[in-house]
């Protein structure tokens, strides 16, 4: 299982979705991903793109990003992170979208301070 690392939502679990090859950014891994953006996540607007678990969203939230925007097309996937939003009590911070990362990219008027984009390995259509 997953959890928030720092912030408001500090220890606070979060589910992962039950999907053939998912593979969610460990928790030393993000911790050095927001290692290094620290300073960017205060008061950003954030996307994050094949979005899983929702786990990069949720920690920059959770760290005092102003939004996040979630984008996966994985039915589950968008039902875990509405889960997980709502648990950690940021979900009136977000916008979860079901719909093709590329489109989605392709589509949006939207502008983002920080994009998270970690797309299965084995999606190979997207390079």
Partial sequence: ????????????????????????VQEKAKQAVFSILEDRIEGAACLDLFAGSGNLGIEALSRGAESCDFVDENPTSVEII????????????AEVFRRSVVKYVVNTDRTYDVVF?????????LV
């Fill in 1 to 24: 299982m997953l959890r928030v690392t720092t912030g408001t939502a500090k220890n606070k679990k979060l589910e992962i979705p039950e999907i053939e090859g998912f593979r969610a």
């Fill in 82 to 93: 509405v889960k997980n939003l709502t648990n950690t009590g940021l979900l009136e911070h």
């Fill in 117 to 125: 984009a970690d797309p299965f390995y084995h999606d190979t259509a």
